[in-house]
């Protein structure tokens, strides 16, 4: 993989691309891929760094490590109140800045699940277009075993889930978990990967596939279906037809038919300095 172009290394992060394909990469296996302040920092980055780079289409979210993601890191929460002060009033204030969602990223996300998902690590499931995860992922809510509010990622999670199934996951806490197999047959993810070593290999493969679209008709495609999650149907109709009518006159309209019927791949235009939240 080639590495990030950003001028700031990461340190809990990697920032990787693979052809048209970005990879963020949670990079604190020693710490269970925990979100400290620094990680909270670099996520913002490293997401508007993927959605403003033209080469690319699709971005994959996965985790080094037995763990995928485990929420915020309750070590430094119980040492140093004052790291997080910052994402706690974000918290407050419903301002959150550290997944694909929150930053507006209009680009393809794929979240590859491995191993184990916990708390907080479900905000990158819930707000992913496309989940897909290894044999041996677990999947558990433990805020309420804890005392605290199992809220955003519940709440998120509902649009992707029977409802009940979420409340079951946020009430008992980390007294139950779900695995793959469960998860796929309540909706949360899309896909099991068995062998779980396979799983990069899928995620790639997948977007890869996703990659040969266009990326404008896939951003409007984006801000029209997760749109339609905020509004009724009828406003959300309405405006899905602006994102629409937004891409008539685009070149990729002439050229998507004309690669189809000259039996090649199309030639898109790039998405070249789309800020995330434009």
């Known amino acids: 993989m080639t590495p990030a172009r950003s001028g700031r290394p990461y340190t809990r992060l990697r920032v990787e691309r693979r052809g048209a394909v970005g990879w963020l990469i949670?990079?604190?296996?020693e710490a269970a891929n925990a979100m400290d302040a620094t990680m909270f920092d670099e996520l913002e980055r490293a997401w508007t760094e993927l959605a403003v780079d033209p080469s690319v289409r699709v971005i994959v979210n996965t985790?080094?490590?037995?763990?995928?993601?485990?929420?915020?890191?309750v070590v430094q929460m119980a040492r140093d109140k004052d790291a997080l002060r910052e994402h706690s009033r974000r918290t407050r204030d419903a301002?959150?800045?550290f997944t694909a969602w929150h930053c507006r990223v209009w680009k393809p996300v794929i979240a590859a699940v491995n191993g184990t998902c916990a708390g907080g690590g479900l905000h990158f499931v819930a707000d992913a277009d496309i989940v897909i995860a290894a044999s041996d992922a677990t999947f558990v809510d433990p805020h309420v075993s804890v005392g605290q509010v199992a809220a955003y990622e519940g709440i998120a999670l509902a649009r992707k889930s029977p409802v009940e199934s979420v409340l079951r996951m946020a009430l008992v806490g980390r007294h139950e978990r779900i695995d793959a197999a469960r998860a796929y047959q309540l909706g949360?993810?899309?896909?099991?990967?068995?062998?779980?070593?396979?799983?990069?290999?899928e995620a790639q493969a997948l977007a890869e596939k996703?990659?040969?679209?266009?990326?404008?008709?896939?951003?409007?495609?984006?801000?029209?279906?997760w749109g339609a999650l905020e509004t009724g149907?009828?406003?959300?109709?309405?405006?899905?037809?602006?994102?629409?009518?937004?891409m008539w006159g685009h070149p990729d309209q002439e050229e998507g038919p004309r690669a189809f019927a000259e039996?090649?791949?199309?030639?898109?235009?790039?998405?070249?300095?789309?800020?995330p939240d434009a």
């Open 263 to 275: 039996n090649r791949d199309a030639e898109w235009i790039p998405l070249e300095g789309a800020r």
């Open 188 to 201: 949360i993810i899309s896909q099991v990967v068995d062998p779980p070593e396979h799983l990069r290999d």
């Open 210 to 225: 996703i990659a040969k679209n266009s990326p404008a008709a896939m951003a409007a495609t984006k801000r029209a279906l």
């Open 233 to 246: 149907l009828t406003d959300a109709c309405r405006i899905g037809a602006g994102h629409l009518v937004s």
């Open 63 to 73: 985790g080094e490590g037995r763990s995928f993601q485990t929420g915020v890191d």
């Open 95 to 97: 301002q959150l800045r």
């Open 26 to 29: 949670f990079d604190r296996p």
